[in-house]
Structures are given as structure tokens and as C-alpha cells.
């Protein structure tokens, strides 16, 4: 795969961006947030999506349900990663997808490099592994992107919770 895209690929990547960001606008509006204020940061529709896909019957949940919720919150994840941290998304061949080609995100990573990510598949995955968790998509995304740093969970073994909020207690 290459990083220059012929120029419709690149203008239906754009569209697609376009309709990705409409959706999650419009979701954001029927969760009570104004588009400008989801627009000025994606996050802050965080906890009233949490909240909503909380409630949500998923139990009861037709096909159709699914491809709505699956949409919805590909729509977001995309969206977010692009208006946060100056993703694009680009649209890459690919024979194994039954149009032979995905829509997915590239960000530059902390690492200076370039890397990928397919939010519909961080979505599906989400859905293999209820309870859906806004919260750990977009963690997962951010660090297959790498734009997190990776916390050596050994190193942390000799920090003590004093040391990470400081001498008297408070947060910094």
C-alpha cells in the first residue's frame, strides 16, 4: 500500500470523512450535544454515548439494530481520531472485503511513523466483547495508531500512587 492515493480515492475518502463526521454531528445532536460544541471536541460526547449504548436492549437487538448501532459508533470513532489527533481517513485496497477495498484511519504516531487502524473493526470487536465500552475503542485506536505512549506496566511496579499524584495527595 502506498501513502499517495490516486485522486479519487482520495475524493471519496474525503466524502467519506464528510459522511462520517455528518453522522456522528447528528448523533451528538440527538444526545442533546450542539454540533458546534461536538465539533470543538468529539469527547465530550463520551459519557452520553456511554450512557446511551448502556441502556440500550442489546439483547433485543435485530440485524438491522446492529448495522445502525455498528455505524453509528464506526462513525464517531473515526471522527473523533480525525478532529483529536489530525487523522485522515483513507480508503485502501484490499481483496479480501467484498467491495475489495476499506475505508480506515492513518495518524501519524508518537513513533514519527505512519500507522492504520479500521474503527468498523475495532467497533465489530467491541460487539464481540460486551459490555460495549466507548472508552477502551477509542484507547484501542489511540494505541494502534501509537499515539499514546505504552506504559512498561514493570517500571510502574516501583511507583508508588504518592509518587504518581504527588506528596499530598492531589492530582497534577
Do not use: C
Request: charged letters at 25%; proline letters at 5%.
Amino acid at each position: 500500500m502506498q501513502n499517495q492515493m490516486p485522486d479519487w480515492a482520495a475524493a471519496q475518502a474525503q466524502e467519506w470523512a464528510e459522511g462520517a463526521h455528518r453522522n456522528a454531528a447528528g448523533l451528538a445532536s440527538t444526545l442533546g450535544l450542539t454540533p458546534e460544541r461536538y465539533a470543538e471536541d468529539p469527547l465530550r460526547l463520551l459519557p452520553g454515548l456511554q450512557s446511551y449504548v448502556d441502556r440500550l436492549p442489546l439483547g433485543e437487538f435485530e440485524q438491522s439494530d446492529w448495522i445502525g448501532l455498528h455505524t453509528d459508533l464506526t462513525s464517531y470513532l473515526g471522527d473523533l481520531l480525525v478532529r483529536r489527533h489530525g487523522a485522515t481517513w483513507v480508503k485502501v485496497d484490499d481483496s479480501s472485503s467484498p467491495a475489495g477495498y476499506r475505508y480506515v484511519v492513518e495518524a501519524t504516531g508518537l513513533d514519527g511513523k505512519t500507522h492504520r487502524v479500521e474503527p468498523y473493526d475495532v467497533v465489530m470487536e467491541e460487539f464481540e466483547n460486551l459490555p460495549i465500552e466507548i472508552g477502551r475503542m477509542i484507547a484501542n485506536s489511540e494505541a494502534v495508531l501509537n499515539l499514546t505512549p505504552i506504559v512498561d506496566e514493570e517500571s510502574l511496579g516501583d511507583v508508588s500512587l504518592e509518587d504518581l499524584m504527588g506528596e499530598s495527595g492531589e492530582r497534577h
